[in-house]
């Protein structure tokens, strides 16, 4: 709930409303990320980071009933989230094995095998870039997030650049100002990205018939 502020002060208190939630997310995300000992929390932190900020931007403003939100889902989705960490997980270390192989490819077969690894990088990046958010937002068996995230962004290709172009943007920031990342590093790039597909998130909502996914509330987490 908003204070009775007006005018400059009004934006004051919700910049700074927006600052100490974005903080306290990220203080979250750290702490319970630990707490799976890293390999087994990150995902289920991820997922709470973007379910909590899907809230917010859809009006929930009260930092308390935040934090349950964040903390009940990370417990619910806990098993599943680590699912998918488990994939990515298993996949990125292919790619990073493959690499190693094929750089040792000389002449056209070696350009070949690259070519097609810079395309499954890619298609692994896209992966990253749109899996978590997706998960806050829909009900899915576990495997089809991967490719519900390839067709996220087929079909909405001026998203994804714009995505692509802001999380640049927001690396240059960081390494520009490094002192940035333990205090939101995490939280304003998820920030970035739930903004970035929340419109459209909003257009399927309000035509959800057109749609072939269920709608999900949030990671099933209302309080």
């Known amino acids: ?28 995300w750290t702490g319970l990320t630990l707490l799976g000992l890293v390999l087994f929390g990150l995902s289920p932190a991820t997922v709470a980071m973007f379910t909590t900020l899907r809230k917010r931007l859809l009006g929930e403003d009260d930092l308390k009933r935040l934090v349950k939100i964040y903390w009940n889902t990370y417990k619910v989705e806990f098993i599943p989230s680590n699912k998918i960490g488990i994939i990515l997980l298993g996949l990125g270390y292919f790619l990073i094995i493959n690499f190693q192989i094929i750089i040792t490819f000389n002449g056209i077969l070696g350009l070949l095998l690259l070519t097609m690894f810079i395309t499954i990088s890619m298609l692994f990046g896209i992966i990253l870039v749109n899996i978590f958010q997706l998960y806050a937002h829909y009900n899915l068996p576990s495997l089809r997030y991967f490719a519900a995230s390839i067709i996220f962004s087929i079909a909405y290709p001026l998203q994804m650049i714009s995505s692509i172009i802001g999380l640049a943007i927001l690396y240059k920031i960081y390494s520009w100002i490094p002192g940035l990342l333990p ?41």
């Open 183 to 223: 205090f939101f590093g995490v939280s304003l790039t998820a920030l970035f990205l739930t903004w970035m597909s929340s419109h459209i998130f909003k257009k399927e909502i309000e035509a959800e018939e057109q749609t072939n996914l269920p709608q999900y509330s949030g990671g099933g987490i209302t309080s």
């Open 1 to 28: 709930m908003y204070l009775e502020f007006e005018g400059w002060k009004s934006k004051l208190y919700w910049i700074v409303e927006w600052i100490t939630l974005l903080a306290v997310l990220q203080i979250l």
